[in-house]
């Protein structure tokens, strides 16, 4: 982009301001530390220049927004076409209440759903397993069967949202719930929107919610994304993500690489069911988390969607550019969120917020400042939505398309992002691809490894959190007020559980879960089963087990 | 704990929820601070953990929820320790546990609660001075 002689210039002129300017001002104060780092341990330089990014060749690196390798961008507008979809993460208690929290939201400008299941619907338990005691309706809703499922969905018209899932092993059995609500509703299959998140492998060193073990896991995944590609044209099947690689403690890099990483097995799987790949990679979606470093963030969102079209371009040969586009949610980074002076994450949220505008997601959810507390209050709620319309209506940041390209900064960390992904997505190739390295714990032990080192930081106060280990205030008692969920709600739905179990046809439950258990061990795909399954109102617990009885549970492997 | 050895602490994750790093840096804090740490790893059920500290002779027990459920869960802990005698094991806590549960919490024989933000010294440091001696 420079030319040779300019960098020389440059060059010579940046050695004069060393000798002459920069002294004058370190021998007077100094700077604040001898090195200063990222969370992704890049050591950060004093000052950027052209000199950074002297390789950088417009044409090559960033190209025109929607145009490959889409470093700008997936759409050529971007938000003065039309905003990303505020999605706000919601569910708690019963289907009944969430379906009010649904409403209330879409009434407050929501423009997307987004499903919060509670631990037991997650795990593959019915309300009433002994697993679920106290736990049911509390971190998310409770959904036994195809009955909850049309409670949550209530008056809410399928074909005019779209609804984000946030499931992974029971994704067949929440979609195929969906698709049911949707055929009682009369919503053809080919108009259903949204997307399963069915990302079984982050599971296995990130979530950790496990049903299965890894092989049957990615088999359930990539039935989905089979099905989907031929029967629900406008669903994204797989929500590839990085949100929980880093929440459990990852770094950017490792975020960014082991989700691309993720993302190309299940290309993979899917191409080996005899699929060519533009008929189905259009359809994967990403979803990432976004931390403090406002910097480090909008580099990983803009080499996430490079590398991500590299790789479809250059590994799986994709012809379609829509094979090539990597379209994105990304979610504020829970674990920054602090217990102490709550009103802070109000400010933590916005700034990472920004930084996800900044590089370029379709959609967004934001987190309430209460919690690391609780689940949100609905007031706690609605400042983050308006967090996201303050961003998009009035900071003027939504104008253009990509403004911090260009910097010398954010292209040369962009750069650097880049490539030290692409290391580790060779190293995992070494290790003979993203089952073996779960199997080995690679991703285990580097994810362990980074969570250590972060809170090293912290308690040895070399990373300042306000209000945690530095601007500290006395604080007695909670300053906010926290939603708490109705303990009522187990027996509620335990009871409502029991009563369906009692009205429904037993025969035609036991047939349809014969027959899925027949077809799991044949190795077809699952979801036409499912479908069937949940339609005769057969129970979450009761098609979990089915798998279960064939592939197994699986066994933690335990690294500290 | 029993004179002559080191501190011997069970990391135990009881409840559905899979939120680990918090578990994982305490436990290897508390390794690296020379205590021998046992961690059992996710779900494990409040029978399974109180089987751990009895067959692994701890002194000490730290549970680690997120998921909202120790209202239910933390009682049977401590009710099965009871039963089991091993009322000398220290036990404390950590998570996402509302203040206003700290007391019932308490009253229930969990010594200590950290919240969001506590530093690992603070936790090595409480373990030091309070574990009891087991003889």
């Known amino acids: ?560 | 704990m029993k004179s002559g050895r080191k501190i011997r602490v069970l990391i135990a994750k009881p409840g559905l929820d899979s939120h680990d790093r918090g578990a994982k840096v305490v436990a290897r804090a508390l390794r690296d601070a020379g205590m021998e740490v046992i961690y059992t790893g996710l779900r494990q059920t409040p029978e399974q953990i109180v089987e751990t500290a009895l067959q692994e002779d701890v002194d000490v027990i730290g549970l680690s929820i997120l998921s909202g459920a120790h209202k239910a869960l933390f009682p049977r802990i401590m009710d099965l320790l009871k039963k089991q005698k091993l009322t000398d094991i220290m036990v404390f806590a950590g998570g996402i546990i509302p203040e206003e549960d700290f007391s019932e919490m308490k009253k229930l024989g969990v010594k200590e609660i950290f919240g969001p933000g506590t530093t690992t010294e603070t936790i090595i440091q409480y373990v030091l001075k309070n574990v009891h001696d087991r003889t």
């Open chain 1, 1 to 560: 982009m420079f030319n040779e002689k300019k960098i020389d210039e440059l060059k010579k002129e940046r050695e004069r301001w060393e000798k002459t300017t920069l002294p004058n001002w370190t021998k007077q104060c100094g700077e604040r530390k001898k090195e200063f780092h990222n969370t992704s341990n890049m050591t950060i330089k004093r000052l950027y220049t052209p000199q950074d990014v002297e390789q950088l060749d417009y044409a090559r690196d960033l190209g025109f927004p929607g145009e490959y390798p889409f470093t700008r961008g997936v759409h050529a507008t971007m938000y003065r076409g039309r905003i990303w979809t505020m999605r706000m993460f919601s569910g708690f208690g019963t289907a009944k209440q969430t379906n009010q929290r649904f409403k209330y939201l879409i009434k407050e400008g929501e423009t997307g759903l987004s499903t919060a299941f509670d631990y037991p619907t997650i795990m593959g338990y019915d309300s009433d397993h002994p697993m679920a005691r106290g736990e049911v309706g509390i971190c998310g809703v409770a959904i036994a069967s195809l009955k909850d499922m049309e409670t949550l969905f209530d008056s809410i018209p399928l074909e005019q949202i779209t609804t984000s899932m946030t499931i992974n092993g029971p994704a067949p059995i929440l979609l195929a719930m969906y698709i049911a609500v949707g055929d009682k509703q009369g919503v053809s299959r080919e108009k259903l929107g949204g997307t399963t998140q069915n990302d079984n492998l982050k599971e296995f060193f990130a979530q950790k919610l496990c049903i299965y073990p890894p092989k049957p896991s990615v088999k359930l995944t990539t039935d989905v994304i089979e099905y989907c590609s031929r029967h629900l044209p406008r669903w994204n099947p797989v929500s590839i993500s990085g949100y929980h690689i880093r929440e459990a403690g990852a770094n950017a890099v490792q975020e960014l690489a082991f989700t691309l990483y993720d993302g190309i097995s299940y290309v993979e799987s899917t191409l080996e069911r005899g699929l060519k790949v533009d008929q189905f990679a259009s359809r994967l979606s990403f979803f990432f988390a976004s931390h403090n470093d406002f910097f480090e963030e909008v580099a990983k969102f803009r080499a996430a969607r490079r590398l991500w079209a590299k790789i479809m371009k250059e590994r799986f040969h994709a012809k379609n550019p829509r094979s090539l586009w990597m379209r994105m949610h990304i979610q504020t980074s829970g674990c920054t969120l602090t217990a102490q002076q709550p009103l802070n994450n109000i400010i933590r949220t916005t700034i990472q917020a920004f930084a996800a505008a900044m590089g370029g997601t379709q959609s967004l959810h934001t987190n309430s400042y209460d919690e690391a507390l609780c689940l949100p209050s609905e007031e706690a709620v609605r400042v983050a939505l308006r967090t996201q319309q303050i961003i998009a209506q009035e900071s003027g940041a939504t104008n253009t398309v990509d403004p911090l390209a260009g910097s010398y900064y954010v292209e040369a960390l962009t750069d650097e992002m880049e490539q030290k992904a692409m290391e580790y997505i060779q190293k995992i190739d070494d290790l003979g691809g993203a089952i073996p390295a779960i199997e080995r714990g690679f991703f285990q032990k580097e994810i362990a490894d980074s969570a250590y080192k972060y809170q090293q930081e912290v308690d040895e106060k070399r990373r300042i959190i306000v209000g945690v280990n530095d601007y500290k205030i006395e604080e007695k008692e909670c300053p906010i007020e926290l939603l708490r969920v109705d303990p009522g709600v187990e027996k509620k739905q335990v009871d409502s559980l029991q009563q369906l179990k009692r009205q429904r046809d037993s025969e035609k439950v036991k047939e349809v879960l014969e027959k899925l258990h027949y077809a799991a061990e044949k190795d077809v795909n699952l979801m036409p089963a499912i479908i069937d399954a949940v339609k005769a109102y057969a129970t979450l617990g009761e098609i979990s087990d089915a798998l279960r009885t064939v592939y197994g549970e699986y066994k933690e492997l335990i690294i500290i």
